[in-house]
């Protein structure tokens, strides 16, 4: 299995427009950069490659990689139209997604317990969302829908009908054929009016046109995560989140 991750954004809700300020990528909790971390749960559960399309800052997350990534892990993919749109992020990474392997798709500003990421891995399904139903609804959240037990809907903006919704925290395990299908769906959003598109979107459509139950999903509700875009959300990260992740115990390991 290879990984994506997109970290080539300039964090404009966290920091603003025209910054300088460091990719979220490098933001650091408990003495760590989330880079590293993602480096580290990555290697533990088998990953082979991670691919990190770069672009604001880039030198930053290429020296980050540099000195904790294991020799071959990583490599880098540039999108020098980085300001733009994150549609021409997942673009940039088209011929990874069409290699022909399994594909873990990640956003790079995630601050998580290891098992969030050991349940996507894990699970039997080929292709598979997850879905944290313990979230408060909005405009925002990216949510994952679900009616009798398959995805009828995802995005930030949902119009079908379902029984269950949870919020998505940025994580997307796909089969090659669904990886391939969904490069070809980015490169054509790329080629359209950019800022209409968000990469969700090539997602869901793929979804959407393939047989009922080939996205699977994984409940990981309980399992303490964060996904860093406002200014709050590293206050959170910081006196909440943090103590969570470091208190938490699954459920089986609990029972014990």
């Known amino acids: ?30 003495g760590q950069s989330l880079l590293r971390r993602h480096l580290r749960i990555l290697v533990e559960l088998g990953v ?17 990689l540099a000195s904790a990534a294991p020799a071959g892990f990583s490599r880098t993919l540039f999108n020098p139209r980085y300001p733009e749109s994150p549609i021409l992020s997942l673009a940039t990474a088209s011929d990874v997604l069409r290699a022909g392997s399994p594909i873990l798709f ?3 500003d995630v601050y998580y317990h290891p098992d969030l990421m050991r349940a996507l891995i894990r699970s039997p399904k080929e292709t598979c969302i997850l879905m944290d139903r313990d979230f408060v609804p909005g405009a925002e959240p990216v ?13 930030k903006k949902v119009t079908t009908d379902y029984d269950t919704v949870g919020e998505w925290p940025g994580f997307l395990k796909m089969a090659p054929d669904i990886a391939r299908r969904v490069a070809d769906r ?12 968000i990469y969700e979107q090539a997602f869901c459509e793929i979804m959407q046109e393939s047989p009922s139950g080939t996205f699977g999903v994984e ?6 995560w964060i996904e860093i875009d406002f200014p709050e959300d590293v206050a959170r990260a910081e006196q909440e ?16």
């Open 48 to 64: 082979e490659e991670l691919v990190v399309v770069v672009g604001h800052r880039r030198e930053m997350i290429e020296a980050e």
């Open 219 to 224: 409940d990981v509700t309980g399992i303490p």
């Open 186 to 197: 980015t490169d054509e959003m790329a080629r359209g009016d950019m800022p209409n598109f």
């Open 106 to 108: 990640m956003d790079a």
């Open 143 to 155: 949510k994952v829908c679900v009616k009798n037990g398959v995805i009828v809907d995802f995005g």
């Open 241 to 256: 989140i943090q103590r969570k992740i470091a208190a938490y115990k699954p459920i089986s390991a609990a029972a014990v």
């Open 1 to 30: 299995m290879k990984a994506v991750m997109l970290a080539a954004g300039v964090g404009r809700r966290l920091y603003g427009d025209g910054n300088a300020e460091p990719p979220k990528a490098l933001l650091q909790f408990g």
